[in-house]
């Protein structure tokens, strides 16, 4: 199952006459000698006692069998060319949800761990690098968004649902004084935060499309 | 009859029941939960399900996590709600932006765009919403009066008939499926292949884990569905340049004329019938509803070629259609405990996140839910009626938001939103290899809801077969000799013989495309 097709499209020439379908049908038949490999040392068992392996083998097989009648039908009937695959996209969507994961807690890689930034960070990071997946990406737009977003987020999950996300790093939270309770640490740290983006948005507030930005932020 | 009376009654006592909620400020008051939850669930929904390109499975994944903090009834009903809004606010941008937001609203764009292009799309939109609210409250009444025969025929299945129910429901949803036949069996077998990773449940074996530790609990469901729906959604999108039509023209009056009305009683009842019926059906029946209605409103008129330039029977029928599908689909899961359609198997995640397992003894054991979770359903009908009508000014401002500021938001939301489910980074990491993988699917032409269908079904299959086997010492032919089992397995043959036929074929691809 970590069978990525990374192949690109094949040029359209000779007996081959749907690339879509011949790439599929090989992308199923090595899943599926893949997924026999995998259960390979495990015991089929009978019908009457069926073994772990029994159940992924047929379908296993099955999936194969799909796969190359996908095969054959490639020479056999005209489809579909196969799609061009975009890079930029996958790659910057894949990157925001790595690091969102990273950062989130503190995260081992190795002897070295990530450290726990929070929803405060991890948040802003997604959206940020996300956001640059599509060539049309404005920094300046992306930085309010991330902002406003993550301010939304900190007070709806963490102070209205009280779900167990990590809001801060404890150093963040330690800068306020003792008195102060930690939903009103939330709460300022969000309302800051939002402030910021109102900021920014002011600053550098040209008359090109400022009433979209200022509208979604909150919303969307 | 009187049954029927009273089981609804006790759910609409659920619904409406107040309960003390800690407020800040205030101290403990009494506020009738339950349809509040039913109220933001329908809205939430609504606005998520009004982007493009965010069908209603991305967005009860993504706001599930919203749904944690309650008690199961209120989330159930909540979830309930954010479906319905969503399914409505996918017809709302087909409506006004040309997009549908998933299969069943296609037909929707038809005709409800050019009234929009015609100044007419108050109209349509309201239509939309009088023909959804009628098929709704049908639909309600019917799944409450089959809800409990239906349970206890449920009770006399054994493993032998549950496992051939099965493979019929996956056999309409190969049929049903968009595309190549061939291309459906294989994602159907896939998603079954997916469901057998992870410990074995009889013999404790860890089965294609290769010693990771969080595969041993098997693929999680809700990071399956995000990364193929939610994900993968996106990166689709960054693919496509995007056009999008929002209508320049005036939204117009809501209120339809009476001539509109009168034009669209018809459509709106025979559309609900339709609908009830094959959302009813295993494997994905809701999606043929709107398909088929659009067809018989098309070939009973006086004049088709008004089709397609914004008759009014156009968005009345399918839209009635569409919602009562998407009501009654709610029947094989509540009452057998099968998931029909992938939104359906996502709700079976939401169930078991909130500790109950879907099937006969829901209605048992929990009366005030099940009730309570029909009962909701009319409720949230009314609200979507009264949210919506006011409120699509703000939809369609919602629409003029660019995707390049929308997809990097919904990116977030799944990050927290799979996050909170366990608290796993490691799940977060799976969306993004998931999301990869349907958007090699969808590149290679594969449609990733089957895969998630067989996925859900795949546990429930072989844990069956193999009691089944067990029970009949290993001998196959126990699905045969067993009456309702070869009549479940006979119509799955019959229905499978039919579409590969070549005329059948013709059609199927027919309906699918136009």
């Known amino acids: 199952m970590t069978s990525q097709p990374e192949r690109a499209a094949e040029p359209r020439s000779g007996p081959i006459r749907d690339t879509q379908s011949l790439v599929a049908g090989l992308a199923l038949i090595a899943l599926a000698a893949f997924a026999v490999w995998a259960i390979s040392n495990l015991p089929q068992g009978t019908l009457r006692q069926m073994g772990p392996a029994m159940l992924p083998r047929w379908l296993a097989i099955g999936v194969g069998l799909c796969g190359l009648a996908l095969l054959i039908s490639a020479f056999t009937a005209v489809g579909p060319a196969l799609e061009r695959w975009s890079l930029r996209g996958p790659v910057f969507v894949i990157l925001a949800i790595f690091v969102f994961a990273v950062t989130i807690r503190p995260f081992p890689i190795g002897p070295l761990s990530t450290p726990g930034l929070g929803l405060i960070a991890a948040g802003p990071l997604a959206i940020i690098i996300g956001g640059f997946a599509t060539p049309e990406a404005r920094l300046r737009d992306l930085v309010i968004l991330a902002l406003a977003l993550t301010a939304f987020c900190m007070v709806l999950f963490g102070d209205l649902l009280n779900l167990p996300i990590p809001m801060f790093p404890q150093a963040l939270s330690d800068l306020f004084p003792q008195t102060v309770s930690n939903d009103n640490r939330l709460r300022s740290v969000a309302g800051l935060m939002a402030l910021t983006a109102l900021a920014i948005f002011l600053v550098t507030h040209r008359s090109s499309r400022p009433a979209d930005v200022a509208h979604h932020t909150g919303q969307v | 009859m009187g049954d029927l009376f009273a089981n609804l009654g006790l759910g609409f006592a659920t619904v409406l029941s107040l309960s003390p909620v800690d407020l800040p400020g205030l101290g403990p008051t009494s506020l009738p939960v339950n349809i509040l939850l039913c109220f933001i669930g329908c809205l939430v929904g609504t606005l998520i399900g009004v982007l493009p390109g965010v069908g209603p499975i991305a967005t009860i994944a993504m706001l599930l996590p919203i749904t944690f903090k309650f008690d199961p009834t209120g989330a159930l009903i909540m979830l309930a709600g954010i479906y319905y809004g969503a399914q409505y606010g996918g017809s709302t941008t087909a409506i006004l932006v040309n997009i549908p937001g998933e299969a069943t609203s296609v037909v929707t764009t038809l005709d409800g765009h050019q009234m929009a292009r015609q100044g007419r799309a108050g109209v349509a939109l309201g239509m939309a919403a009088i023909g959804s609210f009628f098929a709704g409250c049908v639909a309600t009444v019917l799944i409450a009066a089959l809800g409990a025969p239906l349970t206890r025929l449920a009770l006399i299945f054994g493993p032998a008939e549950y496992f051939s129910l099965m493979i019929m429901g996956l056999v309409f949803a190969v049929v049903l499926a968009r595309g190549s036949i061939l291309k459906a069996v294989a994602m159907i077998l896939l998603g079954i292949l997916l469901s057998t990773v992870g410990t074995d449940l009889e013999t404790g074996?860890?089965?294609?884990?290769?010693?990771?530790?969080?595969?041993?609990?098997?693929?999680?469901?809700?990071?399956?569905?995000?990364?193929?729906?939610?994900?993968?959604?996106?990166?689709?999108?960054?693919?496509?340049?995007?056009?999008?039509?929002?209508?320049?023209?005036?939204?117009?009056?809501?209120?339809?004329?009476?001539?509109?009305?009168?034009?669209s009683i018809a459509p709106i009842l025979r559309g609900t019938a339709i609908g009830s019926i094959l959302g009813i059906l295993p494997g994905n029946g809701a999606v043929l509803g709107p398909f088929a209605a659009y067809t018989v409103e098309k070939k009973l008129a006086k004049d088709p070629r008004r089709f397609g330039r914004g008759a009014i029977e156009g968005v009345a029928g399918p839209e009635s259609a569409n919602n009562a599908g998407a009501q009654t689909s709610f029947i094989p899961l509540l009452t057998l405990g099968i998931p029909p359609n992938a939104v359906m198997a996502l709700m079976v995640g939401a169930m078991t996140i909130h500790g109950i397992i879907p099937g006969p003894q829901v209605m048992t054991k929990n009366p005030n839910l099940f009730w309570g979770m029909i009962a909701s359903m009319w409720v949230g009908n009314l609200m979507l009626l009264i949210i919506n009508l006011p409120l699509v000014g703000l939809w369609v401002r919602l629409l003029k938001v660019p995707y390049r500021l929308m997809f990097p938001a919904i990116l977030m939301f799944c990050c927290i939103g799979i996050y909170s489910i366990n608290s796993l980074p490691t799940d977060v990491m799976f969306i993004a290899f998931f999301g990869l993988v349907g958007y090699a699917l969808i590149k290679f032409g594969f449609e990733p809801a089957p895969l998630l269908l067989g996925f859900v079904l795949g546990k429930l299959m072989e844990e069956n077969l193999r009691r089944a086997l067990i029970i009949s010492r290993g001998d196959m032919m126990t699905f045969l000799e067993r009456g309702v089992s070869a009549g479940l397995l006979a119509v799955a043959l019959i229905m499978l013989i039919i579409a590969l036929l070549p005329t059948i074929q013709k059609r199927r691809d027919e309906v699918f495309t136009e």
């Open chain 2, 205 to 263: 074996q860890e089965r294609m884990t290769f010693g990771l530790q969080f595969l041993s609990d098997g693929i999680d469901f809700a990071v399956l569905a995000m990364g193929l729906f939610g994900i993968a959604e996106i990166l689709r999108n960054l693919d496509n340049v995007e056009t999008r039509d929002v209508v320049k023209q005036a939204i117009g009056r809501l209120l339809p004329s009476r001539e509109d009305l009168r034009q």
